[in-house]
């Protein structure tokens, strides 16, 4: 139990990691005058290193024991946590971001071998229980936790909040965790391709997310996209011939895996994009305060802490098809809902559709992790676990990243659209001017400053509309996306019986 509590602590602090920092959005985007391509960063760059590192885990836990690697991934944490919220810039402030997806990537599985390793069989139930608790009640309640800060401290003391929980776990990890001596000599591990992909991850990223700032065809997002593209083919070669692969492509030859994989993908792109987009849409666009927003985040959060156990049933009854597609398709209606909100939507109305997309994953993740493991053989259940998991949160990279570029452009284009009507035809911009000038001269401003500060409230109302249609584009590709998906999601059911490898 003291095991159990020791991990549940270090667990604590990175889902307050996890799930904090998308409410901070705007008030960074502010503090270091950047836009939303180069904020998006502080959550991608989390996620593409939490999805390589977690395939690490259990060759760090093999050469160095529980003690010393919960000891090492909690210091690494601690350090990343201090260096964000202390960052002068935002690459500091990225590389802190790393550094916390680093340690979690190790921390979240080494937490659960922990536990397994020390109890037997028939009260792992339990112990598993108790360490599920605190991971689903910190993303459920840091967000109001960080919205509250926001608003009455600072953005940067969302991350010095996890540092308290930080201490207790190292002190705890070096008296109660199992220990072991280094292993000689090391056990083999896929370095090669575990280089291959990081890089080729955040060059995909690098490029994807600085396409719309630097130009599409420059040379420097060329560069990335090409080299990007160029070290996934060479891993997906390298991964067929090594002896112990970072990732088991020969698991992909099973349809149904496949398949779960694939769905696995968009469900990660849609659970971080939505937990992403939505806290910057409502304080950006409808001035909601941080608090406000967390508290929006945190509905849903509970919304899916009390549907998973009834999901949990509804997986175990029924083939995973059934519950995946059917989660794909409430995600979708969901986010066709909001994908019409605006300015003057009210709080419970989005309360309302965030809940349903939030019904929907609750749905279909336990049926994704469920499935997944059905359809590998005995000997590959951790493979196919961590790669269940990979793609889930290397889904919610990209879905980021990929969603911020396509709202950037929608932006500017409906920025250019209207921009195009203010023209000498158009009455109810004449209408506007004229008013926002008598209200000013009602103050005693000069004509000429009336004139310029009637212009000025044109523009900043042109940019607001501009936005609120690029963020109800972004969310109708989300719906879209999580439509067309429930047709693979479907053809999981007909690849129940696949042959094994």
Same mark, same amino acid.
């Given at each position: ?41 502080? +959550? ?51 590389? %802190? ?48 936790? +960080? ?34 001596? /280094? ?10 391709? &575990?280089?291959?992909?990081? *890089? ?19 040379? *420097? ?53 939505? %937990? ?51 989660? /794909? ?42 499935? +997944? ?8 259940? *951790? ?28 932006? =500017? ?8 009507? =203010? ?24 004509? =000429? ?16 509309? *501009?936005?609120?249609?690029? &963020? =109800? ?29």
């Amino acid at each position: 139990w003291l095991v159990t509590l020791t991990v549940m602590i270090g667990a604590i602090a990175m889902g307050f990691a996890t799930s904090m920092v998308n409410v901070a959005v705007p008030a960074v985007m502010g503090a270091y005058g950047v836009g939303l391509d180069q904020a998006q960063w502080i +959550a991608t760059g989390f996620l593409a290193t939490m999805s390589t590192t977690m395939l690490l885990s259990s060759w760090l836990i093999e050469v160095l024991g529980q003690r010393i690697t919960y000891f090492l991934t909690m210091t690494l944490f601690a350090a990343g946590s201090l260096i964000s919220a202390t960052a002068p810039n935002i690459d500091l402030l990225v590389i %802190g971001r790393v550094m916390q997806g680093a340690a979690t990537g190790v921390g979240q599985p080494l937490a659960m071998f922990s536990i397994f390793n020390v109890f037997p069989p028939e009260r792992r139930g339990m112990a598993v229980g108790l360490y599920g608790l605190g991971t689903v009640l910190t993303p459920s309640f840091g967000p109001i936790l +960080a919205g509250i800060a926001i608003d009455t401290i600072s953005w940067r003391y969302l991350f010095f909040l996890p540092l308290p929980f930080c201490l207790p776990a190292l002190l705890m990890s070096l008296i109660f965790m199992p220990t072991k001596k /280094l292993a000689r000599p090391l056990p083999s591990f896929d370095w090669t391709g &575990f280089v291959l992909m990081f *890089a080729a991850t955040f060059l995909l990223l690098g490029g994807l997310s600085n396409g719309h700032r630097w130009g599409w065809v420059s040379d *420097a997002v060329m560069l990335r996209l090409t080299g990007g593209c160029a070290l996934i083919g060479i891993f997906i070669w390298w991964e067929t011939k090594a002896t112990y692969p970072f990732l088991d492509l020969t698991l992909f030859r099973d349809r149904k895996f496949a398949l779960i994989m694939l769905c696995g993908f968009v469900f990660g792109a849609g659970l971080f994009a939505s %937990g992403y987009f939505i806290p910057v849409f409502v304080q950006t666009i409808q001035n909601y305060s941080a608090t406000e927003a967390g508290v929006l985040l945190a509905i849903g959060g509970l919304i899916m802490m009390v549907f998973f156990p009834l999901s949990g049933r509804i997986t175990d009854a029924v083939s995973s098809h059934i519950p995946i597609s059917s989660g /794909l398709l409430i995600f979708s209606v969901g986010f066709f809902l909001i994908s019409v909100v605006d300015v003057n939507t009210a709080f419970w109305a989005l309360v309302g559709y965030t809940s349903i997309n939030r019904v929907g994953l609750s749905l279909a993740i336990p049926a994704l992790s469920a499935g +997944a493991l059905k359809a590998v053989p005995t000997d590959k259940l *951790a493979r196919g676990a961590s790669s269940a998991t990979f793609f889930r949160n290397l889904g919610g990279g990209f879905g980021i990243t990929l969603l911020t570029a396509f709202f950037e452009h929608r932006a =500017q284009f409906h920025g250019e659209a209207l921009t195009a009507t =203010q023209t000498s035809a158009n009455n109810t911009t004449f209408e506007l001017l004229d008013t926002v000038r008598q209200l000013l001269g009602k103050y005693g401003i000069p004509d =000429q400053e009336r004139i310029s500060g009637s212009l000025d409230y044109l523009s900043k109302v042109i940019y607001a509309q *501009a936005n609120t249609l690029g &963020f =109800q584009d972004t969310f109708l590709v989300i719906a879209v996306v999580a439509l067309i998906a429930v047709g693979p999601a479907w053809m999981i059911g007909k690849a129940d019986n696949p042959k094994r490898y």
